[in-house]
C-alpha cells in the first residue's frame, strides 16, 4: 500500500507552519489520522505535536557555530539541508516507526531549495522510491498581493517550483482570514487573472519605459500560455474551505483510492442471534 506526503513549501512568512497546524487540527476533527514532520532546522516552536524534528539531526546553530565551516543563517541552513540528503535514513526510520500513511512535512523557507538547489528534489525521488505519493503544496500570504507586480513574481516562483520538482502541485494563497472585504474583491481578481490585463493596468504610466513594458508582456505571456500556475484561496476559519482545500489535494495524490472497502457484518436472523454468555439457559 502506498503512503502520502505533503510537502507544504513557500517564501518565509508564508504560512507554512500555521498551515501543518490547522490541518492537523482539521484531520483530527474528521477522525483521520495525519502526522507532521519538521524540516525547518532553523524553527523554534510549533503549536502541533511533531511526529519527527529534523532538529534531533541537526540544527542551524550547529552549522552557524562550527568554526571550521563560518556559516552564516542561509548558508547555514542549506548546509544542513544537505546533511539530511547524505542521512536519508534517519528520516526512514523516523517515517516506518508507524503505519499512518498520511504525512505533512513543515519545509524551510528558503526559496531557493525549491527553484535551483537539489535538495527538495533528492528528497522527492528519496520518498517516492519509499513508496510515498508526494505533493507539493506552495503557499503564498494573500497579504502579498498587493499589486500585480507582485503577483506574477510568486507566479513566477511558484511556476519555477514546479518545474524543478517535478511533482503534482497545488498553489494556495494563506491568511485570507485577515483580509477585509474590500481586500478580499480585490484577492478575487488574482484567482483567475488575465496577467496581460492586470500587468498593463498597474504600468501605464509614461514613466516606465518601453523595455520594462516589453518584459512585462513576456512573463505574462508565459504564465498564460502554460496556464499553469493557479491559486486556491484558504480561510482558516471555514472548516468547509479547508476540507475543500484537503479534497483537492486528496485528488491530486489519489489519496484512499488503493484502501480496500469494509465489508459489513450481515445482522443476525432472529433464530440465529448467540446466547451472550454461550451457557445453556436449561430452559426448553
Not at 102 to 109: M, S, T
Not at 169 to 198: F, Q
Not at 228 to 244: M, T
Not at 245 to 263: A, C, F, N, R, S
Request: hydrophobic letters at 40%; proline letters at 5%; one cysteine or more.
Amino acid at each position: 500500500m502506498p503512503r502520502y506526503a505533503q510537502l507544504v513549501i513557500g517564501p518565509a512568512g508564508s504560512g507554512k507552519s500555521t498551515y501543518c497546524s490547522k490541518l492537523a487540527a482539521h484531520c483530527e476533527t474528521i477522525k483521520r489520522q495525519v502526522q507532521v514532520i519538521n524540516l525547518d532546522p532553523a524553527a523554534e516552536n510549533f503549536d502541533y505535536p511533531v511526529h519527527a524534528d529534523v532538529r534531533d539531526l541537526i540544527q542551524v546553530d550547529d552549522a552557524m557555530e562550527d568554526t571550521s565551516l563560518n556559516f552564516g543563517p542561509n548558508g547555514g541552513l542549506v548546509f544542513c539541508m544537505e546533511y539530511l540528503a547524505n542521512n536519508f535514513d534517519w528520516l526512514y526510520e523516523q517515517l516506518d516507526e508507524h503505519d499512518d500513511d498520511f504525512f505533512l512535512f513543515d519545509c524551510p523557507g528558503q526559496i531557493e531549495l525549491y527553484t535551483h538547489i537539489p535538495v527538495m528534489k533528492q528528497l522527492v525521488e528519496k520518498l517516492q522510491s519509499w513508496d510515498f505519493r508526494v505533493c507539493a503544496v506552495f503557499l503564498l500570504d494573500a497579504q502579498f498581493l498587493v499589486d500585480a507586480a507582485k503577483f506574477v513574481s510568486g507566479s513566477l516562483t511558484a511556476l519555477s517550483t514546479m518545474v524543478n520538482l517535478e511533482i503534482p502541485h497545488i498553489n494556495i494563497l494563506t491568511k485570507m482570514d485577515l483580509l477585509n472585504k474590500s481586500a478580499k474583491k480585490h484577492i478575487d481578481r488574482y484567482l483567475e487573472p488575465e496577467l496581460s490585463s492586470l500587468l498593463l493596468e498597474e504600468f501605464q504610466d509614461e514613466e516606465f519605459g518601453p523595455k520594462f513594458q516589453s518584459l512585462n508582456k513576456a512573463m505574462a505571456q508565459l504564465l498564460d500560455d502554460f496556464s499553469l500556475v493557479h491559486f486556491v484561496p484558504l480561510d482558516y476559519s471555514d472548516e468547509e474551505n479547508i476540507n475543500d482545500v484537503l479534497l483537492q489535494i486528496d485528488m491530486t495524490i489519489q489519496y484512499g483510492e488503493d484502501m480496500e472497502p469494509k465489508e459489513m457484518r450481515d445482522p443476525l436472523a432472529p433464530d440465529e442471534e448467540e446466547d451472550p454468555g454461550g451457557v445453556d439457559s436449561g430452559y426448553d
